[in-house]
């Protein structure tokens, strides 16, 4: 595998190289709380993506979610509708809200877990990347293998996906 360490590889010939050679690397979180990036790994995550961002306070529930990290310019965000305001949108309204603020907002717990630069990010920063209450790992995996990431109370693990009834 010495060639996925060639610095001139992008993250997506990585990933052809490892589906070539039959391995898939999968990001979990290993302890109880949940996957999160660090502000540390968000950032650097943009960075790989050529992404611009501009990183905002976010008050909400006491400070403790970190910076909002947006995607747009101040002058071309979504505003936040007041708790009223939102009560009074139809269904409709609301929908739309949410999937224009989901495009305007980078939010690390959407991320394809398999995603090459994900996985170049916990590599690159270790436990650094890790954010408050996550201890992320990459996990090897077979490349042919249909996977789900199964979890108990944000302790996560990579399943082969089955079929189940209930």
């Given at each position: 595998?010495?060639?996925?360490?060639?610095?001139?590889?992008?993250?997506?010939?990585?990933?052809?190289?490892?589906?070539?050679?039959?391995?898939?690397?999968?990001?979990?979180?290993?302890?109880?709380?949940?996957?999160?990036?660090?502000?540390?790994?968000?950032?650097?995550?943009?960075?790989?993506?050529?992404?611009?961002?501009?990183?905002?306070?976010?008050?909400?529930?006491?400070?403790?979610?970190?910076?909002?990290?947006?995607?747009?310019?101040?002058?071309?965000?979504?505003?936040?509708?007041?708790?009223?305001?939102?009560?009074?949108m139809t269904l409709?309204?609301?929908?739309?809200?949410?999937?224009t603020y989901s495009?305007?907002?980078?939010?690390?717990?959407?991320?394809?877990?398999?995603?090459?630069?994900?996985?170049?990010?916990?590599?690159?920063?270790?436990?650094?990347?890790?954010?408050?209450?996550?201890?992320?790992?990459?996990?090897?995996?077979?490349?042919?293998?249909?996977?789900?990431?199964?979890?108990?109370?944000?302790?996560?693990?990579?399943?082969?996906?089955?079929?189940?009834?209930?």
């Amino acid at each position: 595998m010495k060639a996925l360490e060639d610095p001139e590889l992008t993250a997506d010939q990585k990933q052809l190289l490892n589906e070539i050679q039959g391995v898939r690397y999968v990001v979990i979180n290993t302890q109880h709380g949940g996957f999160d990036l660090s502000n540390q790994g968000v950032r650097r995550y943009l960075e790989i993506k050529g992404l611009e961002f501009w990183a905002e306070e976010n008050n909400r529930f006491g400070g403790l979610v970190g910076p909002r990290y947006w995607l747009v310019p101040e002058e071309q965000r979504l505003n936040d509708p007041e708790a009223t305001q939102w009560h009074s949108m139809t269904l409709t309204e609301r929908q739309q809200h949410n999937q224009t603020y989901s495009q305007q907002v980078f939010c690390a717990r959407e991320l394809d877990r398999d995603d090459p630069v994900l996985v170049q990010v916990i590599r690159e920063l270790g436990s650094e990347a890790s954010g408050r209450h996550a201890e992320l790992k990459v996990v090897e995996i077979p490349a042919d293998v249909e996977w789900q990431i199964e979890e108990y109370d944000g302790l996560e693990w990579v399943a082969e996906k089955h079929r189940t009834w209930s």
